[in-house]
């Protein structure tokens, strides 16, 4: 099984802590993106079987025709920043995390269980365009938008202090 | 005071209300009542989960149980089938979840309000004992696997943590 993961270029100025707070928008922006159906590139996801939508698991979840990804939500949930270093991020999934690794893997090939990819069935949903990165890099900017960068990146160093004090 | 400690002073006054506007008791209350339905719903999807935080699929039923579950069909919850493993027979115990929050930390319980069991009986046993029974496998007399389910899950925390990081964002608009 595939490691899922993704490296994304990002402005080779940032410190840790501007990679950290990018990382964190990259990933919120991609759940959020997949819960209006569509793919890294804007693409609507290719639609559910009618097996899949009369299933018991569909209903349980309150799921409608919308593709979202979402089932109990763990897989997009358990999107992580995995590591970063200067002018890159990578994002995905814990190494050891077979059952999202393969479920990623499957939307994302549209594999699905199959040893073939069907590029009609999959759902490509780890990445981010450009544009939109740029939008989330200018928000930490702290040459071309200081004060609000430096409020945000406030913010983030509290929370991520929170968290490393409670684990 | 310098220039660089004033700014320093404001910044930190904008932060502290962001806080404040994202721990505000309303937000938290829905924050807890959407990880009470993340709860619910990965539960019914027979996924429990172990003390690491770590999701896992919940241990099957023993042909008895499926055979007894089959006897009372018409009892089952609609969210649940014979043999399929979602701590759910008639679905109170699930249903019964409630979620609040106090002191900024969110808190599901399950309500006392057990009425009848699956041979449509009422019944006395309490919900606490049921998922205290789930996560040690000590069901009254009866050893069984345990089927830990009750906690949120490190992907369930990490959407809850979202939100609230997203919310505090927004108030320093």
């Known amino acids: 099984m595939a490691w899922i993961r993704e490296k994304i270029k990002v402005n080779e100025d940032f410190n840790p802590l501007q990679r950290q707070a990018v990382g964190q928008e990259v990933i919120d922006f991609i759940v959020k993106r997949s819960k209006n159906s569509r793919d890294k590139n804007g693409k609507p996801f290719p639609g559910y079987s009618d097996s899949y939508k009369k299933s018991l698991d569909f209903k349980i979840a309150g799921k409608t025709s919308k593709v979202n990804l979402t089932l109990s939500s763990e897989m997009l949930n358990s999107i992580r920043l995995l590591s970063h270093r200067r002018g890159e991020i990578t994002i995905g999934f814990n190494r050891g995390d077979n059952l999202n690794n393969a479920k990623a893997e499957g939307n994302i090939k549209g594999t699905y269980g199959q040893k073939t990819p069907n590029p009609r069935k999959a759902r490509d949903f780890l990445g981010i365009s450009t544009s939109a990165l740029e939008t989330i890099e200018r928000k930490y900017d702290l040459d071309r938008n200081k004060e609000q960068a430096l409020e945000r990146l406030a913010v983030i160093r509290e929370l991520l202090n929170d968290d490393s004090s409670t684990n | 005071m310098t220039i660089q400690a004033q700014i320093r002073d404001i910044i930190n006054g904008k932060i502290k209300k962001a806080v404040t506007f994202g721990l505000r008791k309303q937000f938290l209350n829905d924050q807890a009542e959407t990880l009470k339905d993340l709860i619910v719903k990965r539960t019914r999807l027979r996924r429990g989960v172990d003390q690491a935080g770590n999701t896992t699929t919940l241990?099957?039923?023993?042909?008895?149980?499926?055979?007894?579950?089959?006897?009372?069909?018409?009892?089952?919850?609609?969210?649940?089938?014979?043999?399929?493993?979602?701590?759910?027979?008639?679905?109170?115990?699930?249903?019964?979840?409630?979620?609040?929050?106090?002191?900024?930390?969110?808190i599901v319980t399950a309500k006392e309000n057990r009425r009848t069991n699956l041979q449509g009986k009422p019944s006395t046993v309490k919900h606490a004992d049921i998922i205290k029974g789930l996560e040690s496998g000590n069901i009254g007399r009866n050893k069984t696997t345990?089927?830990?389910?009750?906690?949120?899950?490190?992907?369930e925390r990490n959407e809850i943590a979202r939100n609230i990081r997203q919310e505090i964002l927004k108030g320093l608009k």
Do not use: M
Request: charged share 20%.
């Open chain 2, 59 to 106: 241990a099957g039923l023993k042909r008895s149980t499926i055979n007894q579950r089959t006897r009372y069909r018409g009892n089952l919850s609609t969210f649940t089938t014979p043999a399929r493993s979602n701590i759910t027979a008639t679905g109170q115990l699930l249903d019964s979840f409630k979620a609040t929050s106090n002191n900024n930390e969110l």
């Open chain 2, 146 to 155: 345990p089927r830990p389910f009750f906690r949120a899950s490190n992907a």
